[in-house]
């Protein structure tokens, strides 16, 4: 359902994607490699792409007398189309979309190869915190990670950037030392404190917010070092600033505080564009 970036089976949710724009190609394959016959059934393993990555896996199982699958599109739009190809082939060299591995996930349901974060707390007050630490810090090969905002839920309160490995999981990024985070609600820039007077732009529902290291900026060799930190807006540059090396190294994080905030998360290179809006410090 690519209006609500869900994936369905028998009317329930089994996982959820990135989001997709006019002009996008979604795609759904077998991978017959995985998949297998026994008990009378025929367990397919699923996948479905976005733009030629894979976005999902999941196993159908159909009994032998129901037949094969087939290829089927649905449009519920008077003036929606569709360009459908057949005989489209995923690519070898960019079939997966690299799975996202937690450290933490503190008040989160994960789905989806760990892209899609699910607010699963009460949302009763400032350490109803749902966090989420990647497991892995950023690297010069893996330098970004973007959040998209599939929903802000009452509130709107979720934050990406980073923090170091000891963060404690009460507190969204950027409130306590070694952590710097953007703050959707108000466009804050949060660093090690829970109070701020740097600003960018505030994100809603279907922005995409980003957060990663120009590791170019200094030759970091000890704590003393300094690199340059950038936030994104809808692939824009927004903000940026440099920071002390974290003890602990630069993990990615993501915190969400009030119900009904999901958001699909994407680790992967980023080269910070010439265009910006000029907000840094």
């Not at 994607?17 to 025929?42: E, H, L, Y």
């Not at 937690?102 to 008040?107: K, V």
């Not at 690199?227 to 003890?247: C, H, M, Q, W, Y």
Request: charged share 20%.
């Amino acid at each position: 359902y690519l209006d609500k970036c869900q994936v369905r089976a028998n009317g329930e949710v089994l996982g959820y994607t990135s989001m997709f724009c006019n002009s996008d190609r979604a795609g759904c394959g077998i991978d017959f490699m995985k998949s297998s016959n026994q008990d009378g059934m025929r367990h397919y393993s699923l996948y479905f792409t976005h733009n030629g990555r894979m976005v999902m896996r999941t196993v159908k199982s159909v009994p032998f007398m129901c037949g094969d699958l087939y290829p089927a599109v649905e449009l519920r739009e008077m003036e929606g189309s569709v360009e459908f190809l057949e005989n489209a082939h995923l690519p070898q060299n960019d079939a997966l979309l690299s799975s996202v591995g937690w450290m933490q996930s503190r008040r989160l349901a994960v789905c989806g190869l760990g892209h899609t974060l699910i607010y699963d707390g009460a949302g009763n007050g400032d350490t109803d915190v749902g966090l989420a630490l990647a497991a892995n810090q950023l690297t010069p090969e893996q330098n970004f990670f973007q959040v998209e905002l599939h929903s802000t839920g009452e509130k709107g309160w979720i934050a990406i950037g980073l923090c170091n490995a000891g963060y404690p999981d009460y507190n969204l990024p950027g409130w306590r030392s070694f952590s710097i985070a953007y703050h959707a609600d108000d466009g804050g820039i949060f660093e090690s404190s829970g109070r701020t007077s740097m600003y960018a732009p505030k994100c809603q529902t279907g922005d995409t917010m980003g957060c990663g290291i120009d590791f170019s900026s200094s030759g970091r060799t000890s704590v003393q070092d300094k690199v340059d930190i950038f936030f994104t807006k809808n692939g824009l540059e927004v903000f940026r600033r440099s920071v002390a090396v974290f003890p602990g190294g630069f993990y990615p994080a993501v915190g969400l505080l009030s119900k009904g905030e999901r958001v699909f998360v994407e680790l992967r290179h980023f080269e910070p564009s010439q265009t910006s809006l000029n907000i840094t410090t």
